[in-house]
């Protein structure tokens, strides 16, 4: 069965910095890209940011390039997002999903519940 | 960068009825990359349809996916009560683009 489990999240200030994670399992972590969507409150998805099976590609939505990074562990079989500069505009449900097909990206399959990053002073 | 708009914006029905959802595009695209999501309140969005057409795992045959180039659209054609959410079409060409989403209700 697949999961992806996510941590991190909360209420930050403007300017500040977090971090998440979302673990997966029940799947070949290393076959599949990953991604990041978020749903600010009251409103539709929103693609983030995507890295590819290996790690080596990385893809950021123009609205967080440079300040927002994307990584993987393939130790863990973890993906995070590690968030920087946050903005009142930020403030969303992150969720993070995994990319089909294999080796590629086109569609989401299967999403992790969801946190919510409150950014506001 | 292509500009996914989805109709109507709120769909009223009830049970039992058939219900059509349209997702239409800037501009033509590639079919291979059209899925539609469900999303109910306070859950994660889930896959309906990938490849504009074929149905996710345990997606039941009473959602049906069609069209092509810059037409498409999600077909419900019996709605069950768990039917009623809110549903998003989304493309993926150099980047994700999600429609803006059709709420589906009774």
């Known amino acids: 069965e697949v999961q992806l489990v996510q941590s991190g999240g909360g209420l930050v200030q403007p300017g500040g910095s977090l971090r998440l994670s979302c673990a997966a399992s029940g799947f070949i972590f290393s076959s599949y890209s990953m991604s990041w969507v978020r749903q600010a409150p009251g409103k539709g998805l929103e693609w983030v940011s995507t890295?590819?099976?290996?790690?080596?590609?990385?893809y950021y939505a123009d609205s967080v390039r440079g300040r927002f990074a994307i990584s993987r562990d393939s130790s863990s079989n973890t993906v995070s997002l590690q968030m920087s500069s946050l903005r009142a505009e930020d403030t969303a449900v992150y969720f993070c999903?995994?990319?089909?097909?294999?080796?590629?990206?086109?569609?989401?399959?299967?999403w992790g519940q969801g946190t919510l990053v409150t950014v506001s002073s | 960068e292509i500009v996914l708009t989805q109709s109507p914006g709120t769909l009223s029905l009830s049970p039992g009825e058939r219900a059509t959802l349209s997702c239409r595009a800037s501009q033509g695209v590639t079919s291979t990359y059209l899925a539609w999501y469900q999303q109910t309140p306070g859950q994660a969005p889930r896959l309906l349809i990938y490849g504009a057409f074929t149905r996710a795992t345990g997606i039941p045959d009473r959602f049906i996916g069609r069209g092509s180039g810059t037409d498409f659209t999600l077909t419900i054609s019996r709605l069950e009560p768990e039917d009623f959410a809110v549903y998003y079409c989304?493309?993926?060409?150099?980047?994700?683009?999600f429609g803006q989403g059709t709420k589906l209700e009774i």
């Open positions: 890295i590819s099976n290996s790690g080596a590609m990385k």
């Open positions: 999903a995994k990319d089909s097909p294999k080796y590629s990206s086109g569609w989401f399959d299967f």
């Open positions: 989304q493309h993926y060409g150099t980047s994700y683009t």
